[in-house]
């Protein structure tokens, strides 16, 4: 055994602290220690360079390097010793410097302290043996959850590539949000007009595949190779003959059904399809409201229907397919708890409305074609009051965070209610403008100084009817006194929040969620549109609120990761996974309950041939599916027989490293 | 069912009735009120204006008393109830205070007990079911102003019994017992409460606002459940009618006078000679609507 120490100053960050001469020294006359060197930065290509040369000059079979955390580079020090030949588990780290340099200030004890790491780490690479990584096949085809921008974006960029993609969604039409909106802030493009060419580009794309009506129920399987299971939904309208000529729609004796697109602003009938520009262009029946299955009797659509394409026996399809990656691009919910906006009387009086649903009311292709007008007496307002932050940043009655596209769109709200309605007096009361974006506080100046928009610092504390009016009584905070404006509406925006079904997805898909249920993403910074999942990454404002340009730029680098992985010939499983010795192992199960990732399957084995009642004698064991394991040792800290076992931290490993520190500590007593 | 009672400084002061109406309606429920031996100052205004620690001290000596009685307490008065509920909100989610406060008290409060308002607990759904066997005097013609003020319910988190925008408890005793309240905006907006002494001029706009807004919305009489709301509301009718050059007389009741009488408690209308406005134009509203009798 010949061992090498490789101790760095990482400029002044160890060496400041720590006396590396000292580290190595002591080093050299560790067991098993042939060679010991410093220099200033060893994972530098000179520092490499030094390495792989010790390695041949000194023939050395495994390597300690003493410097930073392992999950920084790990990875670099096991390319630089397969590059000399070594198997890279041959190498391994003692983190003198966020577990020793940083934390401790100059002293003697600091030094004895990175001694110590570095003595452990001798002690753990005498035991190391080489392991091997496995190559594991990808399917080169992905899913995308969720059909509104994000996923939109996502699956036309990595269809581009050349993967073929299905995108599943699960409303009748995709679009999201964005196609409820009327024009989108700064540059006032109508969503329509940006959107529909995209839904159109997905319909017609030769590699993707739209399954709307329909939702993921099941994912088994690990990156590369998912394997999910999706209810394709009964639209009860057979779409390969449907010609979408719309006939149906106007014949429905079922009305007067709030509309979902329309947020209840509009209606619509028991076969209906969200919008004109849906795509699929093809109408579904509700069948929670269809009179013919609420009480056996209609069938208007299907008499009327031209090409016979109603068909009520139509059952949901449970499909199961194989992808290779999946982006998550479910969005968000709007928050609509009417009880905790009671002192706004949201659900109470009809003319206080949510920014939403004002939405549709400026929408041309809405409920009232784009006219502005008062839900209560279909009166037009001549004055509007816009409220920011309803449910965001108040921990009362809603949720702590901004919701981070309010401000924008309440801009946005009040430059359009000024440009269709030229009398109208619009007040924004705010409690401070974000308008952080190319072009958004441009546009926020705009809406207030060529727009006549009236902001006023402070919150509302009451909406209250007086006549057909309400009264908005607020703070003025920088007047520093309490005010009151008579409106004739009321606009709230309501926070952003996450899908009501978003912790249930995250179980399906085995990713994490944060306090409120937003999607977690791997690294807050560095790994924004990957999830600690491999092979699973996110767009849009599932992850968070999110305005438009954000979304569309995380859904194309969500696709790129895809493309990344598609592009790579195969996936190099880690090597450091878990294991059963199923000889020992007594299938109690204890392993495939306690692992995070659901790797830890339980299967029947033959224990022994011929019993003495020449019987095949069968029993349970646990067993790892190496793709999923992602090596984090649970399974093996809780296995009381000791059969689950983790490789590159065998248990004979982690004993010679605490033994090494406790022979050292007994003679420092 | 057995409460120790907490009357505070204004139940045996300025509002009297309000005392004693709730002292008479519990008698007729059957509900027993204990008062509290020596209980002290609940600290309202000047102790949690100026010392965080008084403040829970101060209600914490009454509710170690009544510990160690073993009962739970009914505070008539909004802010006395306010005050004691922070308190035993404060005590129960911190023990390091918990421990620092009992030191100083020679009954401590280990947050065995709970404090409870008279609104409350004269309208859990089995009281209210009491109250509505004993009705002999249906309150019609009566269409009260359910006036919460903005202490009761608030912060949601500490007090907050009924929803704290749109609260209806009190609204609904009184429909129990016949009366037709009014649907108005006013309900818990402040009534500029002790700035009553030291800036009046805000009360007096902030009351007329009220009393303007329950009128408007055709209300005979407003029902409070606090005696600093009662004074506000009785004592400047006659200035904030003049500021508004509006008629704001209107007869106010503490909601367990109603109770009261509806249920023909005995001593509850020799009550109503202590107060500020005339009550007269309200019980002949109600006597008007009663069915004649043959």
Redesign the interface.
């Known amino acids: 055994m010949r061992i090498g120490v490789f101790v760095c100053w990482c400029g002044s960050n160890i060496a400041k602290t720590v006396d590396v001469e000292k580290v190595v020294e002591a080093a050299k006359k560790m067991p098993g220690v042939v060679y010991a060197t410093d220099y200033k930065y060893m994972c530098s290509e000179p520092g490499q360079n030094m390495i792989q040369e010790a390695i041949r000059e000194h023939k050395l079979d495994r390597i300690v390097v003493a410097s930073c955390s392992p999950r920084l580079h790990e990875p670099t020090f096991q390319r630089c010793v397969e590059a000399a030949g070594l198997n890279p588990y041959m190498v391994e780290m003692a983190n003198i410097r966020e577990q020793c340099s940083w934390v401790h200030e100059r002293t003697p004890e600091a030094t004895q302290h990175a001694i110590d790491l570095v003595r452990m780490a001798v002690a753990k690479v005498a035991k190391n043996e080489p392991l091997t990584r496995s190559r594991l096949d990808i399917t080169r085809k992905a899913l995308v959850i969720g059909g509104g921008v994000a996923g939109i974006q996502a699956a036309l960029d990595i269809a581009d590539a050349g993967y073929p993609v299905v995108l599943v969604e699960r409303t009748p039409s995709i679009g999201g949000h964005m196609a409820q909106y009327d024009k989108t802030f700064p540059t006032l493009d109508c969503a329509a007009c940006i959107l529909t060419p995209k839904m159109v580009d997905c319909a017609s794309h030769p590699l993707i595949e739209i399954w709307s009506y329909s939702e993921v129920e099941e994912v088994k399987g690990f990156v590369g190779n998912f394997e999910v299971t999706v209810r394709r939904r009964a639209k009860s309208v057979d779409e390969s003959k449907c010609t979408g000529c719309g006939l149906c729609l106007e014949k429905c004796p079922v009305k007067g059904i709030p509309s979902e697109f329309d947020e209840g602003t509009g209606t619509r009938r028991a076969i209906y399809r969200p919008f004109p520009q849906a795509v699929p262009n093809k109408p579904v029946i509700d069948r929670e409201h269809c009179r013919y299955f609420q009480t056996g009797k209609c069938g208007v659509c299907q008499k009327i229907c031209p090409v016979g394409a109603i068909d009520y026996e139509q059952q949901d399809q449970i499909v199961t397919e194989k992808f290779g990656a999946i982006v998550v691009a479910t969005g968000f919910d709007v928050w609509r708890d009417e ?1 905790a906006m ?2 706004f009387g949201y659900g ?1 009086y009809p003319d206080v409305i949510s920014s939403l649903q004002f939405e549709r009311l400026m929408n041309a292709s809405g409920p009232t074609d784009g006219k502005i007008v008062r839900p209560s007496d279909g009166r037009t307002p001549r004055s509007i009051a816009f409220i920011s932050c309803v449910g965001s940043r108040d921990e ?1 009655h809603g949720y702590p965070y901004c919701s981070k596209v309010c401000c924008m769109y309440n801009a946005k709200q009040a430059l359009l209610a000024k440009d269709k309605l030229h009398d109208v007096q619009t007040y924004v009361f705010y409690m401070d403008i974000r308008a952080n974006g190319k072009g958004y506080e441009e546009f926020v100046r705009r809406t207030i100084e060529e727009y006549g928009a009236n902001y006023i610092r402070g919150r509302v504390s ?1 909406v ?3 006549g057909d009016q309400l009264v908005v009584k607020a703070a003025d905070t920088l007047l520093g006194r309490p005010i009151e404006v008579r409106v004739d509406l009321v606009v709230l925006a309501t926070a952003m929040k996450p899908q009501s079904d978003a912790k249930e997805l995250a179980r399906k898909l085995g990713i994490s969620t944060d306090q409120y249920d937003w999607f977690s993403e791997a690294h807050p910074k560095l790994r924004p549109v990957e999830v600690l999942t491999d092979g699973i990454y996110l767009a849009g404002a599932c992850q968070y609120p999110k305005d438009i340009p954000d979304t569309v730029a995380q859904a194309s680098g969500a696709a790129s990761k895809v493309i990344g992985l598609f592009s790579k010939e195969a996936i190099l499983s880690e090597a450091t996974t878990a294991y059963v010795n199923e000889d020992t192992c007594v299938g109690c199960g204890l392993c495939a309950e306690v692992c995070p990732f659901g790797a830890v399957d339980l299967v029947e084995v033959v224990d022994r041939e011929k019993s003495t009642r020449d019987k095949q004698v069968m029993k349970t064991v646990a067993r790892v599916n190496e793709g999923v394991c992602k090596g984090c040792g649970t399974c093996a800290a809780a296995c009381r027989s000791g059969s689950a076992r983790l490789r590159g931290f065998d248990t004979k490993q982690i004993l010679a490293e605490i033994d090494a520190l406790a022979d050292v500590l007994s003679t420092r007593k | 069912m057995k409460y120790a009672y907490y009357p505070g400084c204004s139940l045996e002061s300025t509002a009297k009735e309000f005392g004693e109406s709730t002292t008479l309606v519990a008698e007729a429920l059957g509900i027993e009120l204990v008062d509290i031996p020596d209980w002290n100052c609940c600290g309202a205004t000047s102790g949690h204006a100026l010392d965080h620690k008084l403040s829970i001290a101060l209600p914490a000596r009454s509710l170690g008393i009544a510990e160690s009685m073993g009962l739970d307490v009914v505070a008539p008065c909004a802010a006395c109830y306010n005050r004691l509920k922070s308190a035993e909100i404060a005590m129960k989610s911190d023990e390091v205070l918990q421990s620092e406060i009992n030191a100083d008290l020679a009954k401590p409060y280990e947050g065995k007990i709970t404090v409870k308002s008279a609104l409350e607990v004269f309208t859990t759904p089995e009281v209210l079911e009491k109250v509505k066997q004993n009705v002999r005097y249906p309150l019609q013609g009566l269409k009260p102003a359910c006036y919460y003020g903005c202490l009761l319910l608030r912060p949601p988190k500490v007090v907050g019994f009924d929803d704290p925008e749109q609260p209806s408890r009190l609204d609904e005793a009184m429909r129990l017992v016949g009366a037709e309240p009014v649907e108005w905006y006013f309900k818990n907006e402040c009534c500029g409460a002790s700035l009553g002494i030291s800036k009046s001029a805000i009360t007096v706009k902030l009351t007329g606002d009220i009393i303007s807004n329950a009128k408007k919305h055709g209300a005979n009489c407003i029902v409070t459940v606090c005696p600093l709301c009662m004074t506000n509301l009785e004592m400047r009718q006659a200035a904030a009618g003049k500021q508004r050059g509006e008629d704001l007389t209107i007869p106010v009741f503490y909601f367990t006078e109603l109770l009261g009488l509806a249920m023909e408690v005995p001593g509850i209308r020799k009550l109503f000679a202590s107060h500020l406005v005339d009550v007269n134009p309200a019980l002949d509203a109600i006597d008007s609507a009663q069915p004649a009798k043959i």
Do not use: I, N, V
Request: glycine letters at 0%; hydrophobic letters at 10%.
């Open positions: 009880r009671a002192q109470k009362e009451r209250y009817p007086d």
